[in-house]
């Protein structure tokens, strides 16, 4: 898998929309761009994953980048409920394993 | 959407006893399963690569003799983790992938808190 950076933390105001970043410069021509959060004591929640067309589901929209370098995942609407650590990670398909970094936790402020 | 199940959710046990942790698809046949352990505050690490019909892919540093993987059928996958010790109490989480003609998603269980005293 090639190594994704997400920043450590950040804050979002709630009803505002969350925009976040994640790196991906080594990913592979046939590497996704996958999207999970973890709320606290839980298993990691699949939100959205991408090629490289821009996606939207009812969760949220993943935006990449034309040289696939880079990503954001933006919650249109953050609520408290989205405070949770939300991971970006770059793999095939095909029972691959993935391999999580450290995440960005995300802090949805009333 | 897909649904993996963990049974059980927690689990307290004394040190030297197994702990057995089942892992199943509700929705989906899974051929290959993966587990994690998470400690507090860190990531999740992948422990092993479950696959069914035939045996296990330890990651380096985990100790397959103290973590038996079976991956009896295309629905479950169980994770024992034999004579527990206190440094085994994690937070213990199972995923799948599944396909369908669209897409592949891999889906995680809800995890399995041990806690060896």
């Known amino acids: 898998d090639a190594k994704t950076t997400q920043p450590p933390s950040m804050d979002c105001a709630e009803g505002r929309a969350a925009n976040l970043p994640c790196n991906h410069s080594?990913?592979?021509?046939?590497?996704?761009v996958y999207w999970y959060r973890q709320i606290h004591s839980q298993g990691p929640q699949y939100i959205i994953h991408?090629?490289?067309n821009n996606e939207t589901n009812e969760m949220a929209s993943l935006i990449i980048t034309e040289d696939r370098k880079s990503s954001t995942l933006i919650l249109p609407h953050a609520t408290l409920r989205d405070t949770a650590v939300y991971y970006c990670?770059?793999?095939?398909?095909?029972?691959?394993?993935?391999?999580f970094g450290t995440g960005t936790r995300l802090t949805i402020i009333p | 959407g897909a649904v993996v199940s963990q049974h059980p959710s927690r689990v307290i046990c004394k040190s030297g006893t197994s702990v057995k942790i089942e892992c199943r698809s509700l929705d989906f046949q899974a051929t290959t399963m993966f587990w994690y352990r998470q400690f507090p505050k860190q990531s999740l690490m992948l422990m092993a690569t479950s696959n069914e019909g035939s045996k296990a892919t330890y990651e380096q540093g985990v100790e397959k003799d103290k973590f038996l993987i079976n991956h009896a059928s295309l629905t479950l996958s169980t994770l024992t983790v034999t004579s527990a010790h206190p440094e085994d109490s994690s937070f213990y989480i199972c995923?799948?992938?599944?396909?369908?003609?669209?897409?592949?998603?891999?889906?995680f269980g809800p995890g399995t808190r041990l806690l060896v005293l």
């Open positions: 990670i770059a793999s095939n398909f095909g029972n691959e394993k993935l391999t």
């Open positions: 080594t990913i592979s021509g046939n590497e996704y």
């Open positions: 995923s799948a992938w599944k396909t369908t003609s669209l897409q592949e998603t891999q889906y």
């Open positions: 991408g090629l490289k």
